[in-house]
């Protein structure tokens, strides 16, 4: 379930935001108190989204930026959106033994990642490979805020309620997951 709490923002708080997301905040346990913040707090999450959907418009920076949306529905992941993006990125739905999973490639640096979309038991898991070890990557929920390393080539996080995900690859590119149950 989303918190939808309303917190009273101060200026500096609203102003830690958006250095965040425009990248003038650069010490890690400001940036993780402020993902932190947004699970918690509508206000800045919005402030946080309303920055990234003006800069999207930005042709310099729509590059960076790639959302799906998909609708789990009768066992299996339908994208309900066309792909978007610079680079088309592939989708591909691999059928398991009843584990639905829908695998998205992205470009990135000289590099690909995967992301395959794990769905199980009303919650989804995120595995990302890459051959490029090191890449921070941040996953931002309603509820929930996570950061993952690439290393031996795989990041993973679990548990995610379905909904809006949003994965940050070392705030330099965006990937937006709309998953609709």
Do not use: W
């Amino acid at each position: 379930m989303m918190n939808n709490i309303q917190l009273n923002c101060n200026d500096e708080m609203q102003q830690k935001v958006l250095g965040v997301a425009d990248g003038t905040i650069t010490k890690q346990n400001e940036i993780d108190a402020v993902m932190e913040h947004l699970t918690k707090c509508t206000a800045c999450r919005k402030l946080y989204e309303d920055f990234f959907e003006i800069a999207i418009d930005d042709e310099e920076v729509n590059e960076d930026y790639f959302g799906i949306d998909l609708e789990f529905k009768d066992n299996t992941f339908i994208s309900l959106s066309p792909v978007q993006g610079l680079i088309q990125p592939a989708v591909q739905v691999l059928a398991q033994t009843n584990v639905p999973v829908i695998e998205l490639e992205y470009p990135y640096k000289n590099s690909i990642i995967r992301i395959k979309i794990i769905y199980t038991n009303q919650q989804v898991d995120i595995a990302l490979n890459c051959t490029e070890n090191g890449i921070k990557i941040y996953l931002l929920t309603g509820s929930k805020f996570d950061v993952a390393t690439i290393d031996n080539n795989t990041a993973y996080f679990s548990s995610i309620e379905p909904g809006t995900i949003v994965l940050l690859f070392e705030f330099k590119k965006i990937v937006k997951i709309h998953i609709k149950i």
